[in-house]
């Protein structure tokens, strides 16, 4: 009898572990196809939103540019009105009253992106410019990056001394802050800042002689090297980290003082045109008494000594006046008083009085934040400063500013140290402190004098203990506030930081806008 047996094979399996191996190959290669394809998108999404940063920048820069060529060579009024007018016909000023938009292009001409500018101008007293510049690229529009930058124009306020003169600080002076001259600087006692001077040697008109000095030099300096006209090897020029904690510059560029006579006439339209007050040269000038309720008090000074420039009389209405010798009218009119607050009386017919600016025009008059008081005169001020941002100006013809009148309690004392908080001095010749000033005497304030120079009364000044001055001094000529035995023994300067970002309204800056502030947002 014949038998069949079935055989048993496993083909089929080996179909089944193909197709199983083709499936799970299929998905790695998809998942690995895939995740290729993410990052080359990626990486270029990466790409467009690197080449969108940079057509930022790119709008910011140009925008700097742009600044440069249109505020070169105005005045500071004429700046102001550059941002005040909106010119349809030009755009100007871009991105301000509108935003502006520009292609940006390749080297080889082809535009490749585009960038979005808008900016924020300037507010009233201020040169802080903000623009905000936004830049995609045509291959990813979405891809938007977006930086602001911050402008400003370096102000004068911006050195805690600044001289077109040779200056000399003595081992006394400690120095926090930038200092500048255009002449040449010996300094022997303690600065926390930069040093720098324009030239890079120059000959001392104290310490004089045959040799030159550096431009910037101590007094254990040795001389600078003959024949060296700007640059010396090496070492030759010691770092004294003693004395220049800061560091020392020299040669450094001009800082030109002759363009603050235009600033000077901004500074008075300003103020006639209702942004401050102003007041002509009645007298021999005006005194002005600030307040910390934010109002003034103003006379006019008919009389004042030819040395110590202490006032000796006034213009109008007078407080505690007596009668002078021979006029023999009775206390009880308006030709004389005594211990009464009176109407008007003529210089001729009392003493000195005292100063009462009974008049609703002189008396508690507002002080304009940040605007301007104009006096085409000398001036003498004192008092507070608690909330306001004002500039006084002694603008007339060889006109000074005195302080340290040493009547009044916080005498040119600032409420708290922030920008709601400063006022300027500018004078179109002297800033000087009085010998009725305390024996102790700080100021909060930055000062200028255009043709003279900032520093003491030195006729008939006495020997002082101490100075302290927190904020900001250009003087044309040489300040001093040591003159032998005249003058404060010891002198403490203290550069006021706010003054870099809110200087006193219009007070005199530079005209070139420089990038103090970087963020993407």
Not at 216 to 241: I, L, M, Q, R
Not at 351 to 356: A, L, V
Not at 366 to 374: M, P, R, S, T
Request: glycine share 10%.
């Amino acid at each position: 009898m014949i038998s069949f047996k079935h055989k048993k094979t496993k083909k089929g399996s080996g179909l089944v572990m193909a197709l199983v191996m083709i499936v799970v190959v299929s998905i790695i290669l998809t998942s690995l196809l895939s995740y290729i394809s993410s990052q080359i998108n990626y990486s270029r999404d990466r790409v467009e939103r690197e080449r969108a940063f940079q057509i930022a920048e790119a709008g910011a820069y140009y925008y700097r540019w742009y600044l440069a060529h249109q505020i070169q060579g105005r005045t500071a009024q004429q700046i102001a009105d550059f941002w005040a007018t909106d010119n349809v016909a030009t755009g100007d000023p871009l991105g301000v009253f509108r935003n502006y938009t520009a292609e940006f292009k390749d080297p080889d001409g082809n535009a490749i992106g585009q960038y979005e500018l808008e900016v924020t101008p300037p507010s009233a007293g201020s040169t802080i410019v903000t623009a905000k510049s936004t830049g995609w690229t045509n291959k990813k529009p979405s891809a938007k990056r977006t930086v602001q930058v911050r402008f400003r124009r370096p102000s004068w306020s911006e050195y805690i001394f600044l001289s077109d003169s040779y200056m000399n600080f003595g081992d006394q002076a400690t120095v926090y802050g930038k200092v500048h001259s255009n002449f040449g600087i010996r300094f022997t006692g303690k600065a926390y800042n930069t040093v720098s001077a324009r030239p890079s040697s120059f000959n001392d008109p104290n310490y004089g002689g045959s040799a030159l000095d550096f431009g910037v030099y101590t007094a254990t300096d040795s001389h600078a090297p003959s024949g060296e006209a700007s640059t010396w090897p090496s070492g030759t020029v010691k770092t004294w980290p003693l004395v220049f904690l800061g560091g020392r510059e020299f040669p450094t560029p001009e800082v030109n003082f002759s363009g603050v006579s235009a600033d000077l006439d901004s500074m008075k339209t300003q103020a006639q045109s209702g942004n401050g007050q102003y007041y002509d040269n009645s007298g021999v000038g005006r005194k002005i008494t600030l307040k910390s309720g934010g109002t003034y008090d103003i006379c006019t000074v008919s009389s004042a000594t030819n040395n110590s420039r202490a006032i000796t009389g006034f213009s109008g209405f007078v407080r505690d006046a007596s009668p002078t010798s021979g006029n023999g009218a009775p206390c009880t009119t308006n030709i004389c008083c005594s211990g009464i607050a009176c109407p008007y009386i003529s210089n001729g017919h009392h003493n000195q009085g005292r100063c009462e600016s009974l008049l609703p025009a002189y008396k508690d008059v507002n002080i304009v934040d940040n605007g301007v008081i104009f006096v085409d005169d000398n001036i003498w001020v004192e008092g507070p400063i608690n909330n306001k941002r004002i500039a006084i100006v002694a603008g007339g013809t060889n006109a000074d500013i005195y302080i340290g009148l040493g009547a009044v309690a916080n005498d040119l004392r600032y409420a708290s140290y922030n920008c709601s908080n400063k006022i300027g001095l500018v004078a179109q010749r002297n800033v000087l402190i009085l010998n009725s000033c305390p024996n102790s005497f700080t100021v909060d304030a930055a000062l200028l004098a255009q043709n003279g120079l900032v520093g003491i009364n030195d006729n008939g000044f006495s020997s002082k203990t101490s100075l302290t001055f927190n904020g900001a001094i250009a003087s044309r000529q040489q300040p001093f506030f040591q003159h032998g035995n005249s003058g404060f023994a010891v002198r403490f300067y203290n550069f006021d930081n706010d003054l870099l970002y809110c200087p006193p309204p219009y007070f005199p800056t530079g005209t070139e806008y420089s990038i103090d502030q970087w963020d993407e947002l």
